[in-house]
């Protein structure tokens, strides 16, 4: 077997797309690949979880990393992020997966950050091979940070097909956990609170849907990564008086997510870029018809499965109300959506994979 040191980093307290990525991976090669997981917990510092983590990853993980790695072996990087360790150690191999530079595209980062950013750009730039998670990143890789498109390899994310599917009786399942939403139609979100989740737009539009039909609800399944754009969401929702109909739910487990999927009327997810966009994926493997935005790789996930649309406020209403309104369009989209997931399989992205630690 081909021996792999396997870099994720500081241990996640919750699951999100990068951790679900290192979990299919490892799980899916773990018979055909040695991995050396070198991943650290946190410091236990009452200084709050992202300081915590960031203080954790860029002063002791280096330390760490060079007395656990292995010589003479492949070097693979999980995320973009991580990657300003290979300023650190001359791996014989290196390989990065990169995710996205949405910070990069949208100038996010000041200061430290965009220092701290820069340092893994580096770090890429030393990679043997970068993965990238769709031809959208690739693309951003070559325009914005000059790549060179040979070094990139496209190979797209997977969907964990037994636990994301279509399950019967969701409703009565979600009820049996104390999560009882009546008769009402749900519209479900699953990410983060981060500014280009373009979650306000979505609450505006809900509100003129609500206006429409009042029989909704607009479940929110997801923590937050920007304190700030969370409470301008809950200023927004107070706002519009929509506090009984915006529900918030944070640290789902992966038994319960799959059942609200199932539960839920219609998924919307209004990015305004992602570098891949995991819960469309996740929503279409379970029969959730969806509503998604036209930018970035969204297209690339959803096909000709799903309603693309620009993410404005007049659009996602135009779209949510007109598929409500048509069982016979959302049966047809569940179906799409149910094939069209079988193309994103976790047996392709670990043999795409397992052929670049290798080549």
Same mark, same amino acid.
């Given at each position: 077997m081909i021996d792999v040191n396997f870099i994720t980093g500081i241990k996640a307290d919750r699951s999100y797309g990068f951790s679900v990525y290192e979990n299919n991976l490892y799980k899916g090669l773990k018979d055909k690949v040695n991995f050396n997981v070198i991943s650290m917990k946190s410091l236990p510092l009452p200084i709050g979880r992202t300081l915590n983590r960031n203080l954790s990853l860029y002063s002791?993980?280096?330390?760490?990393l060079k007395l656990k790695i292995k010589n003479n072996a492949v070097t693979h990087v999980t995320t973009q992020k991580?990657?300003?360790?290979?300023?650190?150690?001359?791996?014989?191999?290196?390989?990065?997966?990169?995710?996205?530079?949405?910070?990069?595209?949208?100038?996010?980062?000041?200061?430290?950050r965009k220092f701290l950013f820069d340092l893994s750009v580096k770090g890429m730039k030393k990679a043997d091979k970068i993965i990238a998670v769709s031809k959208s990143t690739k693309r951003d890789l070559v325009a914005y940070l000059n790549f060179p498109e040979e070094k990139i390899d496209v190979i797209y994310e997977s969907v964990n097909v037994d636990k994301f599917k279509p399950i019967e009786n969701a409703r009565e399942k979600l009820k049996e956990k104390n999560l009882d939403f009546g008769n009402s139609r749900i519209i479900l979100y699953v990410g983060l609170d981060k500014p280009t989740k373009n979650i306000p737009t979505l609450i505006k539009? $809900?509100?003129?849907? /609500?206006?429409?039909?009042?029989?909704?609800?607009l479940i929110k399944i997801g923590s937050y990564e920007w304190k700030s754009e969370r409470i301008k969401i809950l200023n927004l929702i107070k706002h519009l008086n929509l506090e009984k109909d915006v529900l918030f739910f944070e640290n789902v487990s992966e038994e319960i997510l799959p059942l609200f999927y199932n539960a839920s009327d219609v998924f919307v997810f209004p990015s305004l870029y992602e570098g891949f966009g995991l819960p469309v994926l996740e929503a279409m493997a379970c029969g959730c018809p969806v509503i998604a935005s036209n930018k970035a790789s969204i297209p690339e996930v959803v096909g000709d499965a799903g309603i693309l649309v620009e993410p404005d406020e007049d659009d996602l209403f135009n779209s949510m109300f007109n598929l409500l309104k048509d069982e016979n369009l959302r049966k047809e989209l569940s179906k799409k959506g149910l094939e069209?997931?079988?193309? $994103?399989?976790?047996? /392709?992205?670990?043999?795409?994979?397992?052929k670049i630690y290798e080549e």
């Amino acid at each position: 077997m081909i021996d792999v040191n396997f870099i994720t980093g500081i241990k996640a307290d919750r699951s999100y797309g990068f951790s679900v990525y290192e979990n299919n991976l490892y799980k899916g090669l773990k018979d055909k690949v040695n991995f050396n997981v070198i991943s650290m917990k946190s410091l236990p510092l009452p200084i709050g979880r992202t300081l915590n983590r960031n203080l954790s990853l860029y002063s002791l993980y280096p330390i760490y990393l060079k007395l656990k790695i292995k010589n003479n072996a492949v070097t693979h990087v999980t995320t973009q992020k991580n990657a300003f360790v290979l300023n650190f150690i001359n791996p014989e191999k290196s390989i990065v997966t990169c995710h996205d530079i949405i910070p990069h595209i949208f100038n996010e980062f000041k200061g430290t950050r965009k220092f701290l950013f820069d340092l893994s750009v580096k770090g890429m730039k030393k990679a043997d091979k970068i993965i990238a998670v769709s031809k959208s990143t690739k693309r951003d890789l070559v325009a914005y940070l000059n790549f060179p498109e040979e070094k990139i390899d496209v190979i797209y994310e997977s969907v964990n097909v037994d636990k994301f599917k279509p399950i019967e009786n969701a409703r009565e399942k979600l009820k049996e956990k104390n999560l009882d939403f009546g008769n009402s139609r749900i519209i479900l979100y699953v990410g983060l609170d981060k500014p280009t989740k373009n979650i306000p737009t979505l609450i505006k539009a $809900f509100y003129k849907l /609500k206006k429409a039909m009042n029989d909704v609800k607009l479940i929110k399944i997801g923590s937050y990564e920007w304190k700030s754009e969370r409470i301008k969401i809950l200023n927004l929702i107070k706002h519009l008086n929509l506090e009984k109909d915006v529900l918030f739910f944070e640290n789902v487990s992966e038994e319960i997510l799959p059942l609200f999927y199932n539960a839920s009327d219609v998924f919307v997810f209004p990015s305004l870029y992602e570098g891949f966009g995991l819960p469309v994926l996740e929503a279409m493997a379970c029969g959730c018809p969806v509503i998604a935005s036209n930018k970035a790789s969204i297209p690339e996930v959803v096909g000709d499965a799903g309603i693309l649309v620009e993410p404005d406020e007049d659009d996602l209403f135009n779209s949510m109300f007109n598929l409500l309104k048509d069982e016979n369009l959302r049966k047809e989209l569940s179906k799409k959506g149910l094939e069209q997931a079988k193309k $994103f399989s976790l047996k /392709k992205e670990c043999e795409e994979t397992l052929k670049i630690y290798e080549e």
